[in-house]
């Protein structure tokens, strides 16, 4: 059931979270890092779960049943997360919208898995996480880390198939990592790279390299890397004349890359996760959080998503048993506030998918 639907069905909602179990109830949690360092996103799901529990409340719940909503801090610790799913086993909890960090998801989806509670991350985009998952009732609903390639590749090969691509890394785990992906996919459409090179991070000085670029005449340039690189990479192109698009990966999604370029920027292409609350199933949901003075940022909405998910699987099941959900889960297509979702027989989503953006007048914009 999507936001408007509720909306449609009871008018604007106010804001309440749900506190007194009611006398049939349904126990589910949110967990993830609400202390620490990464207390911000924790916060987001925290916010997201609430929301999605108090809607569905407010028009009869699930399946005729109120749903009673546990936070539960796992401060992006494995052992942590160990602790917290046990705990929630004791609190009947039947389904977690969880974890955020790999190291946490991967880690509770043991025990998860063992207790029979359906697991959905709205984050972990590692792709170990369902990958190697432990059990049927393991989801996520984030894009892999793979997945970036393959749009990039796919992208390069529609639009520059028949141009000199030119491929290049700075040497991380990372910039490497995501250039040899894009290559190994590009390679396997059909489409060869005209080059390929690394350079060190954290240089300043790339004359050299953009003079290889410029001999070779490549018209785009697909780089691995980070933002101080790639801006001075950009500048160095336009100073030598070099008219190649540049293309990179999700680390260019930062206002510091412009702060780097400046207009020269204008026109790099990147690959970053689709924005939620860009999304137009999302609008109605953006604003009643906002005007409330709530987050609705990715964690929020993502976490909303799965409730909504789990939510309408569970009705179209009869049942909350891991068995009956995941079977649900696996073949249905799921209305939410962030399109119509799907799963794979992995566990991974269909949305949100990561897409290619353009900078232009210092802000990313969708192509």
């Given at each position: ?239 030598q004349g ?69 939510a309408e ?42 897409i290619v ?11």
């Open positions: 059931m999507t936001y408007q639907q509720f909306l449609a069905s009871i008018g604007l909602l106010t804001f309440v979270v749900v506190a007194t179990p009611a006398v049939a109830d349904i126990r589910i949690a949110v967990a993830g890092p609400m202390k620490g360092q990464f207390a911000a996103f924790g916060e987001e799901m925290r916010i997201g779960a609430e929301r999605a529990v108090a809607d569905l409340n407010a028009v009869g719940g699930v399946n005729g049943e109120s749903l009673v909503l546990e936070v539960a801090d796992d401060g992006c610790d494995a052992d942590q997360a160990v602790a917290v799913a046990n705990q929630l086993i004791g609190k009947g909890v039947v389904f977690v919208a969880g974890h955020l960090c790999f190291n946490s998801s991967i880690a509770a989806s043991e025990v998860y898995a063992g207790a029979g509670i359906v697991q959905m991350s709205p984050a972990t985009t590692l792709p170990k996480f369902t990958d190697e998952r432990p059990g049927e009732g393991v989801f996520r609903l984030a894009p892999r880390d793979d997945r970036q390639a393959e749009v990039a590749a796919g992208f390069l090969f529609n639009e520059f198939g028949s141009k000199r691509i030119a491929l290049l890394h700075d040497k991380t785990a990372y910039g490497k990592g995501l250039t040899d992906a894009v290559k190994a996919v590009l390679n396997e459409l059909g489409t060869s790279e005209s080059m390929a090179l690394g350079f060190d991070a954290g240089g300043d000085d790339f004359r050299t390299l953009v003079s290889q670029l410029k001999l070779q005449a490549v018209d785009v340039v697909y780089l691995g890397g980070y933002h101080p690189e790639a801006g001075l990479i950009k500048l160095e192109m336009q100073r070099l008219d190649a698009v540049l293309m990179a990966g999700d680390a260019l999604m930062t206002e510091d890359y412009w702060s780097v370029t400046g207009a020269a920027g204008n026109g790099t292409l990147l690959t970053y996760p689709e924005i939620p609350r860009d999304r137009p199933e999302a609008q109605d949901l953006v604003s009643a959080l906002e005007e409330a003075g709530l987050s609705a940022d990715r964690f929020t909405l993502t976490t909303y998503a799965a409730v909504q998910a789990w699987a569970v009705e179209e099941a009869g049942s909350t048993a891991l068995p009956d959900v995941a079977g649900a889960l696996h073949g249905g297509t799921f209305d939410t506030v962030i399109g119509d979702v799907t799963f794979n027989g992995n566990g991974d989503s269909n949305l949100p998918d990561y953006y353009e900078w232009q007048g210092g802000v990313p914009q969708q192509r």
